[in-house]
C-alpha cells in the first residue's frame, strides 16, 4: 500500500463465485477496512455484511450480488473515491447496498443489474448521520402511467431508494443512453412512483435537456426518500422555474424598469 487511506483489504480473487458469510462486519473503528472484489465470476453474500470500503480496482473486478435479506452496507462516511473504489460494467453491487453519511457531498451507491452498472447519487440535505439503500432494475417498472407535466417515464430502468434514517436527501441519477419517447423539446427530470402514477420530483433540482440527450445528470427535490425513482420527461416549458426575485420599478410616466432572477437550475424560455 501506498497511502493512509487504503491500508487495510480484504481480497476475493478466486475463479468461480465465491459465498461470503460472516458475523456481518468486516470493518474497523475508523471504516479503514476494504473489500475487493478480483474474481470476474464476482462474490455472493450469504449474510447481511457491512465493510468499510468496497473496492473493484483489480484486474478482474467482478460483482457482488446481495439480496433484500443479505444486504451490503459501506460505513465509511467519507466521500472520496476509495470508499467507493472504481465500479463500472464488470464490477458494482448486483442488489440492494446501503452507505452511510455525515456531509451534503454526493455519494455514490454503486448500483446495477446484470451486466448493467448504473448507479445512484444521494445528496444529504445537512451534515447528519444518515443511511440510504438503493436497487436497481433494468426492466420497466410495472405500472408506466403518469401525471402532467410529467408525459412519459423511461421503459428501460427505474431504482428502488429509501432512507434508513437519517435526514431528507436529494436523489442524483445519470443518464446512459436516451429516454425512449423524449424529444428535443422535452426536459428530463427525476420521477417518483406515488402508488398510481409517476410524478414530477424535481422542485428545487436540476433537469437534462434538450429531451433527446443520451448524457447528463438529473437531481431530484430534497424529500425523505423512499419509493420508486426513474427519469421521466415532460415539455421544457411546463416544468418547473424557482423565481428568487421579481421587482418592478415605475421609471416615467409611460415607462417601467423590470428585473427578476432565477435560480441556475430552472427552465426558462
Given at each position: 500500500?501506498?497511502t493512509?487511506?487504503?491500508l487495510f483489504v480484504l481480497e476475493l480473487?478466486?475463479?468461480?463465485?465465491q459465498?461470503?458469510s460472516?458475523t456481518?462486519?468486516i470493518?474497523?473503528?475508523n471504516?479503514?477496512i476494504?473489500?475487493?472484489?478480483n474474481n470476474t465470476?464476482?462474490?455472493t453474500?450469504a449474510?447481511?455484511?457491512t465493510v468499510?470500503?468496497?473496492?473493484?480496482?483489480?484486474a478482474?473486478?467482478?460483482?457482488?450480488?446481495?439480496?433484500?435479506?443479505?444486504?451490503?452496507s459501506?460505513?465509511?462516511?467519507g466521500?472520496?473515491?476509495?470508499?467507493?473504489?472504481s465500479?463500472?460494467?464488470n464490477g458494482?453491487?448486483?442488489?440492494?447496498?446501503?452507505?452511510?453519511t455525515a456531509s451534503?457531498?454526493?455519494y455514490?451507491?454503486?448500483?446495477g443489474?446484470?451486466s448493467?452498472?448504473?448507479?445512484v447519487?444521494?445528496?444529504p440535505?445537512?451534515a447528519t448521520?444518515s443511511?440510504y439503500?438503493?436497487?436497481?432494475f433494468?426492466?420497466?417498472?410495472?405500472d408506466?402511467?403518469?401525471?402532467?407535466p410529467?408525459n412519459?417515464?423511461?421503459?428501460?430502468?427505474?431504482?428502488?431508494?429509501s432512507?434508513v434514517?437519517?435526514?431528507?436527501a436529494a436523489i442524483?441519477?445519470?443518464?446512459?443512453g436516451?429516454?425512449?419517447?423524449?424529444?428535443?423539446?422535452?426536459?428530463?427530470v427525476v420521477v417518483?412512483?406515488n402508488?398510481?402514477d409517476w410524478?414530477?420530483?424535481?422542485?428545487g433540482?436540476?433537469l437534462?435537456q434538450?429531451?433527446?440527450?443520451?448524457?447528463g445528470s438529473?437531481?431530484s427535490?430534497?424529500a425523505?426518500?423512499n419509493?420508486?425513482?426513474?427519469?421521466?420527461?415532460?415539455v421544457?416549458?411546463?416544468l418547473p422555474?424557482r423565481?428568487?426575485n421579481?421587482?418592478a420599478r415605475?421609471i416615467?410616466?409611460?415607462?417601467?424598469?423590470?428585473?427578476w432572477?432565477?435560480?441556475?437550475?430552472s427552465?426558462?424560455q
Amino acid at each position: 500500500v501506498s497511502t493512509t487511506t487504503d491500508l487495510f483489504v480484504l481480497e476475493l480473487n478466486g475463479n468461480s463465485n465465491q459465498n461470503i458469510s460472516s458475523t456481518g462486519i468486516i470493518n474497523n473503528a475508523n471504516n479503514e477496512i476494504s473489500l475487493l472484489l478480483n474474481n470476474t465470476a464476482g462474490a455472493t453474500l450469504a449474510a447481511p455484511l457491512t465493510v468499510g470500503k468496497i473496492s473493484f480496482n483489480s484486474a478482474n473486478k467482478g460483482n457482488l450480488t446481495t439480496t433484500p435479506t443479505n444486504v451490503l452496507s459501506i460505513n465509511n462516511p467519507g466521500t472520496h473515491s476509495l470508499v467507493v473504489n472504481s465500479p463500472g460494467s464488470n464490477g458494482f453491487v448486483n442488489g440492494p447496498v446501503r452507505r452511510s453519511t455525515a456531509s451534503t457531498g454526493d455519494y455514490l451507491l454503486p448500483t446495477g443489474k446484470g451486466s448493467t452498472y448504473d448507479p445512484v447519487q444521494v445528496r444529504p440535505s445537512a451534515a447528519t448521520s444518515s443511511v440510504y439503500q438503493a436497487e436497481y432494475f433494468g426492466t420497466a417498472f410495472s405500472d408506466l402511467s403518469s401525471i402532467s407535466p410529467i408525459n412519459g417515464v423511461s421503459n428501460q430502468e427505474y431504482w428502488e431508494i429509501s432512507t434508513v434514517s437519517g435526514v431528507d436527501a436529494a436523489i442524483i441519477l445519470t443518464l446512459t443512453g436516451s429516454v425512449p419517447g423524449a424529444v428535443a423539446s422535452d426536459a428530463v427530470v427525476v420521477v417518483r412512483y406515488n402508488g398510481a402514477d409517476w410524478v414530477n420530483f424535481s422542485t428545487g433540482g436540476t433537469l437534462i435537456q434538450p429531451g433527446n440527450s443520451s448524457s447528463g445528470s438529473a437531481r431530484s427535490s430534497v424529500a425523505t426518500i423512499n419509493g420508486f425513482y426513474t427519469f421521466g420527461y415532460g415539455v421544457a416549458g411546463t416544468l418547473p422555474i424557482r423565481l428568487l426575485n421579481f421587482d418592478a420599478r415605475k421609471i416615467s410616466s409611460g415607462s417601467a424598469f423590470i428585473t427578476w432572477s432565477i435560480s441556475s437550475n430552472s427552465n426558462a424560455q
